[in-house]
């Protein structure tokens, strides 16, 4: 980096800027730091540890970094912190090595006449942010421009973004990556439990003497909350639903190798052995719950005969789960992605909450219905991205929501829209249709992780103009964009993130980001000024006055942070869980669950049975594309499309590089594959080079597939869940061919 040179055309910006926006650079000015450049926070002292939480996976692990002379130079586990207690996965110890990427985005650039980006200084930069996008939205109305963000920003610069989007630039529509991962748990919760919360504490994995996961592998995609499990003391029956047998399959009593997407079956059939065995919790059910004959009546149609041939599953497994069920005084059930992105995701979500609430196993140690999320910050995006939810988990459609948080924000209550966003998918839909013309994209890479990538590179083309706001300028989604905004990283910035069980936890500036990058915090501000509206966002001043005001907008919600006082508390706490409403006493690095009371957040404060009937796969296989395709995790070292962990040659040896396809013994055999040769892997909308990694950790007719190659996508096929309009990205046809001898990946 050449530090002068990039200070003398930052200083020349911050210039202008001063002209044109007065305050706004004054208070950044007084940022320690200010906008992302300059020395590390001057309360840290140069030679200080501190602690921080991890940026990567929603566990919220604690890492403690060392800085010698003002640098961050190294990375160790806190030893005294509740989540993680002195361990850290892979990706945490490496935590730094992303920043220092040569890839580093470290001025604006913009896409010229000859179709290259160059760079371009931050004032053009933003004059044509607001110049493009307001002529565009000046022609065809404010639906005509939206944002995505992300789970992977703190609480502070989510809604920051949100408020900006909604309430400043008067955009409707804007959503994030969190679509694409916890869109299902958070309706499934909300009809349940009648809020969005998830209700366990990390001590419940240590306290449970059965826990069952469905479709989750925390081993490679959570596993220091895997080691939680590994400390449990009553030495526990761990079952396991997953169609492949993973690394969380081997290590647990009972595997439950159900097909893919036959886990409404197989949950409605253990509900009617229990049912007709008398094994539930008729008080409990009574007492909390409504709807429950209703379901009886629902699962009584799931005889096994019936669950066995929907699950390819022996009618004696089935009812060895429900006897574990029924043997356990402490159950708990998780679920990860093998349940969130399916076409009936949140049907499946709520047969794993109706098992927990009639065996009354909630509200309890080592029991719980409990999604685990996964992004550093999902649950922090879940209450304040104001995309699908107005801030603070309030509802768009409620005048009264809307005055409410208007009034805790000191602004007009006009300038927030009655209506909620289109979701992820129906913006792309609206791109396709011409309806949305510009598209701001913060901290997600689209063009590589959204579902069916040969339509999508298709839309984007077709956008009047793309802006990429990432750490990176070589992302997918970068390289397609008219503008690229570079931003600083996790370790370059302050805020707060929230972990899965609802521990919020500090992140902080311990590096200085490169070059011209700027935190998004910053970035947002600098955009209010220079679209007009930066006199609303007055108060949001910095990282921590905006946690003040999300403390302030969750009074009275069942998420009321009101009682924390700041981020020293958080500090001085080990993280604090929500709820927490003003005067509530709570100890440091306690552990706490939602519902010990046995009152949940509907207004009769009874938890809701619901329940439908299984609707046929999107897109089933057949002669010409045989195989099921599953995708997901494939190693504790990578990190989605790898634009930070493809960035460190540690982490790069603990994974697979080149892409690979699992495929059967038998499969192999009967195509006349052998093991390591090269094969295509096609469906109806594109193809994948891959190397055969031949396995029984996939059954026949299936085959798996990481999401980490930016081939994948290319495959699957664009189907949602029709009430979470989350993408069911695990299931969809292939068919595998062995590539002639010579080829290559990449060839084909
Ligand atoms: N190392 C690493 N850790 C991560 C991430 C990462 O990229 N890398 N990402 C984080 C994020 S954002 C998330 S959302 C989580 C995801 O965490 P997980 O959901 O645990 O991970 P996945 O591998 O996507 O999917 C879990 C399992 O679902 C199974 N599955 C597929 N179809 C079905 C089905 O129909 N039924 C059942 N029961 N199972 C099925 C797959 O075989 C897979 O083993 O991980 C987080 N942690
Ligand atoms: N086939 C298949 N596809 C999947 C999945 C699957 O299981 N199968 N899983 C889905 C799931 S659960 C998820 S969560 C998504 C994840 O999909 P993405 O969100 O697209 O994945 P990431 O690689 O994490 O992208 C984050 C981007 O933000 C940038 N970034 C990181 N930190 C910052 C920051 O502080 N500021 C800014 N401005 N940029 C930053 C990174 O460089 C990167 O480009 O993928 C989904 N796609
Ligand atoms: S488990 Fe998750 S939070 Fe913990 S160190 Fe690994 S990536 Fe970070
Ligand atoms: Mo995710």
Redesign the pocket.
Known sequence: MDAPRDRSAFERAQALFRQRTGPLTDDLARVPGGFGLGQVPTRLAPDATTSMICG???TGCSLDIHLRRGEAINVSPSVDYPVNVGTA?P?GWEALTPLRSPDRATSPMLRGKNGKLSPVEWPTAIDTFVTRFKAIQARYGDESVAFLGT?QMPSEELALLGALGKFGMGLLHGDGNTRQ??ATAVVAYKESFGFDAPPYTYRDFEESDVLVF?????C???PIMWGRVCKNPHRPAILV????R?E?AMAATDHYP?L????LALLYGVARVLIERGWIDRPFIDAHTTGFDEFAARVADFPLDRVAAATGLERGAIERFAEHIHRGKRVSFWW???????HEGVNVAQAIIALALMTGNIGRPGTGANS????CN?MGSRLFSNTTNLLGGHDFTREDHRRKVAGALDIDPERIPSRGSLAYDQIIEAILKGKIRGLWVVATNSAHSWINQADLHDILGRLDFLVVQDMYTTTETAQRAHLVLPAAGWGEKDGTFINSERRIGLVKKVARAPGQALADFYIFKLIAEAWGCGDMLRRWSSPEAVFRLLTEVTRGQPCDITGITGYDMIEKMRGVQWPLPEGTPVEAASERRLFEDGRFFHADGKARFCHADPERLPEATSADYPFTL????A??????TLTRTGKSSLLRKLGASDPYVELNPVDAAALGIAPNTHVVVQSRRGQMAARAFITRTVQPGQV?VP??FARTNQLTFAAFDRRSRQPAY??CAVRVKPLPDGKRSGEV
């Open positions: 990567f996976c929603s996965c990706k789970g991962c916890m469905v479709g989750a592998n925390p490679i995609a959570h639903v997953d169609p492949r993973t969380t159900a893919p997407k036959s886990d990860t992605m093998g349940v969130n992105q399916s685990i999320t996964g992004q999902a599953l995708t997901g995790r190693s504790s070292s990578q990190w989605h798996f999401m980490h695990k299931a």
